[in-house]
T-cell receptor, first 112, second 117 residues
Framework: QKEVEQDPGPLSVPEGAIVSLNCTYS??????FMWYRQYSRKGPELLMY????GNKEDGRFTAQVDKSSKYISLFIRDSQPSDSATYLC????????????FGTGTQLKVEL | NAGVMQNPRHLVRRRGQEARLRCSPM?????VYWYRQLPEEGLKFMVY????????ESGMPKERFSAEFPKEGPSILRIQQVVRGDSAAYFC???????????????FGQGTRLTVV
C-alpha cells in the first residue's frame, strides 16, 4: 500500500465548475500538507500548504485537511481552462522539512 | 531573481554510460533536494543536501547513484552505468530553510529528462 493515494483521473469538467481533488494517506506522522500544480513538461509549482487539520483559502483555491480521516482535499472554484494541469498532493512529517511524500497526481482538464 | 536552474533539460545516454545532472538553486537558497518522477508515478524523494553535506539520502538507490553540493557551483546528481530503468524526469528543488512553511518552502526546477537507450 502506498503512503499517499491519489486518483490519477483524468478528470474533465466544464469551465466554471467547482473541482474537488482528494488524497488519502496512511502515515499518521504527516503534519504538513501541500498541493502542487504541474503543467506538462514543467516542474511542480506550490499552490497551497496547510499545517495539521483545518481549512485554508487563497483566491479560488481552498485546501482542507482532516487528520482524523487521513484525508485532504483541494477545491478549485470557477475553474478556468488555464487550470488544466496535473495536481499533486504532498506531505511531510514534523521535522521532515521539505522531504516530501507525493501522491501520483490527478490530471485535470477544464473544457470551454 | 532566477528560479531553480537545471541542466541539461534533456539527456540521452546509452546503457552503461554515466549521467551527470546539474542543479543551481535559487539565489540565497542553501538547501537542495532531488526527486525522481517515473512515468505514471509521483515524485519520489532521493536526497537532501546542504552546502558540502548530505543530510538525508534515504531515497537514493544504494548503488550507482551519488549526489554532491559543493561549496562553489551547482549540485550534481551522478548516475553511473545507467540502465533503462533509470529513464525518468529528475527534479531539483531548493529552499532557504528546511521547512515547508511559507518563506521556506521548496521551489522546483523544470527537471532533467533522462532517456537511457
Amino acid at each position: 500500500q502506498k503512503e499517499v493515494e491519489q486518483d490519477p483521473g483524468p478528470l474533465s469538467v466544464p469551465e466554471g465548475a467547482i473541482v474537488s481533488l482528494n488524497c488519502t494517506y496512511s502515515n499518521s506522522a504527516f503534519q504538513y500538507f501541500m498541493w502542487y500544480r504541474q503543467y506538462s513538461r514543467k516542474g511542480p509549482e506550490l499552490l497551497m500548504y496547510t499545517y495539521s487539520s483545518g481549512n485554508k483559502e487563497d483566491g479560488r483555491f481552498t485546501a482542507q485537511v482532516d487528520k482524523s480521516s487521513k484525508y485532504i482535499s483541494l477545491f478549485i472554484r470557477d475553474s478556468q481552462p488555464s487550470d488544466s494541469a496535473t495536481y499533486l498532493c504532498a506531505m511531510s512529517e514534523a521535522g521532515g522539512g521539505n522531504k516530501l511524500t507525493f501522491g501520483t497526481g490527478t490530471q485535470l482538464k477544464v473544457e470551454l | 531573481n532566477a528560479g531553480v536552474m537545471q541542466n541539461p533539460r534533456h539527456l540521452v545516454r546509452r546503457r552503461g554510460q554515466e549521467a551527470r545532472l546539474r542543479c543551481s538553486p535559487m539565489k540565497g537558497h542553501s538547501h537542495v533536494y532531488w526527486y525522481r518522477q517515473l512515468p505514471e508515478e509521483g515524485l519520489k524523494f532521493m536526497v537532501y543536501l546542504q552546502k558540502e553535506n548530505i543530510i538525508d539520502e534515504s531515497g537514493m538507490p544504494k548503488e550507482r547513484f551519488s549526489a554532491e553540493f559543493p561549496k562553489e557551483g551547482p549540485s550534481i546528481l551522478r548516475i553511473q552505468q545507467v540502465v533503462r530503468g533509470d529513464s525518468a524526469a529528475y527534479f531539483c528543488a531548493s529552499s532557504p530553510g528546511n521547512s515547508p512553511l511559507r518563506n521556506t518552502e521548496a521551489f522546483f526546477g523544470q527537471g532533467t529528462r533522462l532517456t537511457v537507450v
